[in-house]
């Protein structure tokens, strides 16, 4: 079992910077690939960044590509997104998530564990 908590969501005016954090349990953290993903009200969770197991490899979704950036410290059992120029279409409740294979991927149906998620609004 892998439990996932974020931190670091929080209200920012557009043009503003987030960092957010996925802390992990559990001894293998280093082998997994990890994911962001958000979700806005009345929306469908969407993918935004994804890492593979040793940070080689990253992806991004367009609508973040150039803005956001997804890293880790396999020595802390974290990941983080670093999130810059925010817009307010970027509001929405963000999760981390681990892909058991260690190969990173886009695809929600890849991750088998995810956290609580982390709300972030941004004001226009």
């Known amino acids: 079992q892998v439990q996932l908590v974020e931190s670091g969501g929080g209200l920012v005016q557009a043009g503003g910077s987030l960092r957010l954090s996925c802390a992990a349990s559990?001894?293998?953290?280093?082998?997994?690939?990890m994911g962001w993903f958000r979700q806005a009200p009345g929306k469908e969770r969407e993918f935004v960044a994804a890492i593979n197991w040793s940070g080689g490899t990253t992806y991004y979704a367009d609508s973040v590509k150039g803005r956001f950036t997804i890293s880790r410290d396999n020595a802390k059992n974290t990941v983080y997104l670093q999130m810059n120029n925010l817009k307010p279409r970027d509001t929405a409740v963000y999760y981390c998530a681990a892909d058991l294979s260690g190969i990173a991927t886009i695809s929600k149906s890849g991750y088998v564990y995810w956290g609580q998620g982390t709300l972030v609004t941004v004001s226009s």
């Open positions: 559990g001894r293998t953290f280093s082998t997994y690939a």
